[in-house]
């Protein structure tokens, strides 16, 4: 089971830290990957991070501004965003895997959050 949380009204340029705890299964075994969706849109990856801590970019245009990391004592992953854009307001789902790495459309990910909504908005 995955919950995330951390989601709110923040100004662009301005920055959030969103959390996923995982229940049911360690970190040592499981992917967690962060994705995001805007209604109406395709699900768009953002960053994953892999059971054995190496963290990839789903969607480049993420990079230099997000972060994800993990506190496997927490059994929580992390996505730190920063320098955020009027853009990146979306719905945001962590998703677990017991596979090596997250593929960019979500698509073979076991275990899916409910999302926790993130406007960036002035």
């Known amino acids: 089971q995955l919950q995330a949380s951390g989601g709110g009204l923040v100004q662009p340029g301005g920055s959030l830290k969103l959390s996923c705890v995982v229940s049911?299964?360690?970190?040592?075994?499981?992917?967690i990957g962060w994705f995001r969706q805007v209604p109406g849109k395709v699900r768009e990856g953002v960053m994953c991070i892999s059971s054995r801590g190496i963290s990839t970019y789903l969607t480049d245009s993420m990079k230099g501004r997000f972060a994800i990391s993990r506190d496997n004592a927490k059994n929580t992953v992390y996505l730190q965003m920063d320098s955020l854009k009027l853009e990146d307001t979306a719905v945001y789902y962590c998703?677990?895997?017991?596979?090596?790495?997250?593929?960019?459309?979500?698509?073979?990910?076991?275990?899916w959050g409910k999302g926790t909504l993130v406007t960036v908005s002035s």
């Open positions: 049911g299964i360690s970190l040592d075994y499981y992917s």
């Open positions: 998703a677990g895997t017991d596979g090596s790495s997250c593929r960019p459309d979500g698509v073979g990910m076991a275990s």
